[in-house]
């Protein structure tokens, strides 16, 4: 499992997102085998999961959660983000997880309300 943190995050607690994430992806996918027949209900329970965690924090934030899910079949998967906004209070995080037979890639991006 991999974490990428947007470098300069002030008051966003990247840390925190990084653990509500992979508890939703657990709590989604656990050790299940990939399916194509489930990644659509997947995806958006985890992202539904993730934003209702996040909320729950009760801090002044709109969130903006997306969700890929991968089967590990050898092909690569490359994925980028970029965001112009205030450094000083919005932040963002990405969590790679993956099991046996997937990959989930998951990034959160918090932007403040002013």
């Not at 299940?32 to 999961?49: C, F, G, H, L």
């Not at 997880?97 to 403040?112: G, H, K, L, P, Q």
């Amino acid at each position: 499992m991999e974490e990428y943190h947007n470098g300069s995050e002030g008051s966003f607690n990247s840390e925190e997102a990084d653990g509500i994430v992979k508890e939703c992806i657990e709590s989604v996918v656990g050790a299940d085998d990939y399916s194509q027949s489930q990644v659509n209900k997947w995806t958006a329970s985890i992202v539904e999961r993730c934003l209702t965690q996040l909320v729950k924090q009760g801090k002044p934030y709109k969130y903006i959660v997306t969700c890929a899910v991968m089967q590990k079949t050898g092909a690569g998967l490359h994925t980028a983000n970029s965001c112009y906004w205030d450094t000083a209070m919005d932040g963002s995080c990405t969590v790679r997880w993956e099991n046996r037979t997937m990959y989930c890639v998951v990034s959160v991006f918090a932007v403040a309300i002013a």
